[in-house]
C-alpha cells in the first residue's frame, strides 16, 4: 500500500473514531469556480453588516495563503440534529445547533485529537484546525471533497443525513488521496425557497445574508428593521425553516455527542419563561452555549420583537 492511501485511510478510521459523520480530503488551491460568485454576493452587500465576510478575500479562497505550505483540506462533518424539541410550540424558537454546549469547542477539541493522532502515527505533520471562525469557505470546501452538494439553500446537503451538521477543517501540510465532489440532488424542488419567511433565499443557491432570520437574531447589533416585523416566525435565535422543509431531512437521525443535549429546562421553557427570562436564568441556560454570542441583552431584544 502506497503512503499517501495508508495515511488517508488513518485519518478517515481516526475521524470516524472520534465521532465525525464523515471526512472528505481535496487538495488545497485557490477555490476558481468560487471566487467570482463571493465576489458578486460582496458587491451586492448580501452580507450586511457582517463586515468580516469582506476581509481576507485571497485567504478565504485560497487555503495556502491562510496555512503556510498546506498541502490538503480535511473536510469533516459532526452531526447534530437532537433527539427532542422545545416542547413548548408557541414559544419562541432556538436554532437546532445551538441547544447544547457550544459548538467550536467540541469540535476544536475532536479537531485537537485528530492533529495529534495524525503527527503521532505519520511523523512531522503540522497545520491548523477550523470551525466557521477563520476565513474558510467551509460549505465550498466540503463539496469539493465529496461530503454532499450545496443546495438551493445554500447549506451542505447529503442524501444519506440531510443537511443538520456541522462542518470543520483541519488544513495540513501532507499530500493525501483526494476525493471527488457528488452531484447535485435538489432537482427541481423550492420547498426551501418558498418556505424562508423573509424571502432570503433571492435565487437558487443564493442567499442574501442581510434578509436572513439568522442574520437578525444573531449577527445584526443594531435594532431589527420594522419592516420584517412578524415575519420572523417565532424564531429568537437562529433559523430552521430552510433545513426544516428540505426532503433529504427526513433522513437526519439524532446525535451521539452527549455534550450536544440541552438543558432540561431548556425545552421546558414556555413562552412566558422566555418572555420573563432574567440574565440569572439566561446565564444558566446558556452556560457554554452559543447562544451566549448575542448576550442576554440580544436574546431579549429578539423576543421583544416578536412580542409587539
Known sequence: MNNKKHFTELIKTEA???GFLSCGISQAGFLEEEAPRLEKWLNKNM???MHYMANHFDKRLDPTKLVEGSKSVISLLLNYYPSKDQEDQTAPKISKYAYGTDYHFVIKDKLKHLLYHIQEEIGDVHGRAFVD????????WAAKSGLGWIGKHSNLLTQQVGSFYFIAELIIDLEL???TPVTDHCGTCTACIDA????????PYVVDGSKCISYFTIELKESIPSDFKGQLDNWMFGCDVC?????WNRFSKPHKEPLFNPKPELL????????????EVFKKVFKDSAVKRTKFSGLKRNIEFLKE
Not at 471562525?133 to 465550498?140: G, I, M, Q, R, T
Not at 421546558?268 to 440574565?279: A, G, L, N, V
Request: net charge negative; proline share 7%; glycine share 2%.
Open 196 to 203: 424562508c419567511p423573509t424571502k432570503a433565499i433571492t435565487e
Open 133 to 140: 471562525s477563520a476565513p474558510v469557505l467551509d460549505k465550498a
Open 16 to 18: 470516524k473514531r472520534l
Open 177 to 179: 488521496e483526494y476525493d
Open 47 to 49: 452580507h450586511g453588516e
Open 268 to 279: 421546558s421553557m414556555t413562552k412566558k419563561d422566555w418572555e420573563e427570562i432574567s440574565e
Open 243 to 247: 433545513q426544516d422543509v428540505c426532503p
